[in-house]
């Protein structure tokens, strides 16, 4: 009898920690839906990094981001459309700023990346393209790397 009751609670136990799994935790470090990389050059000298003083960027109808001085940017893409736009504010020192609108084109891809993580978007076939206006502080874009998968390399260069 005694073993009887030894054998139900070993299998009650085992049972129990059989059903158990373990914790599905996304790595810090796992690849994630990368943001678009731009950095701004001279137009005079296109090798040339030139940051860009009091830069603000707006996506219509949503958020605002502002960088005092900045060469370099990353900025996200919408992972539901194939379209994304930004406004460029150059707020220079008069008090009228200078807007250029810019659009992304792209295609999107869905990577499984793991259980815990789950999928991440992965942009393919970028194009930018910079809206004419008469008074434009951007002077030229120009794609560097049309398939993003990682901020590890420069997507796209404006030159100002």
């Known amino acids: 009898m005694k073993a009887f009751k030894y054998l139900c609670f070993s299998i009650i136990t085992l049972l129990l920690?059989?059903?158990?799994?373990?914790?599905?935790?996304c790595p810090e470090d796992s690849p994630k839906t990368p943001r678009l990389v731009i950095q701004f050059f001279d137009v005079s000298n296109p090798e040339i990094l030139k940051n860009v003083p009091k830069l603000k960027i707006v996506a219509p109808g949503n958020d605002t981001l502002d960088f005092d001085t900045t060469s370099e940017i990353k900025l996200p893409l919408k992972t539901s459309e194939n379209i994304t736009e930004y406004d460029f504010i150059q707020k220079s020192l008069s008090n009228s700023p200078n807007v250029d609108r810019l659009i992304f084109?792209?295609?999107?891809t869905n990577e499984f990346v793991s259980r815990a993580c789950g999928f991440r978007v992965v942009y393919l076939d970028f194009q930018g393209t910079l809206v004419n206006d008469s008074n434009e502080w951007i002077k030229g874009v120009l794609v560097e790397e049309s398939n993003i998968n990682n901020e590890n390399e420069t997507h796209l260069n404006i030159y100002h």
């Not at 920690?17 to 935790?25: K, M, T």
């Not at 084109?105 to 999107?108: G, K, L, S």
Request: aromatic share 16%; glycine share 0%; with cysteine.
């Open 105 to 108: 084109d792209y295609a999107r």
């Open 17 to 25: 920690f059989s059903a158990c799994e373990r914790d599905d935790i």
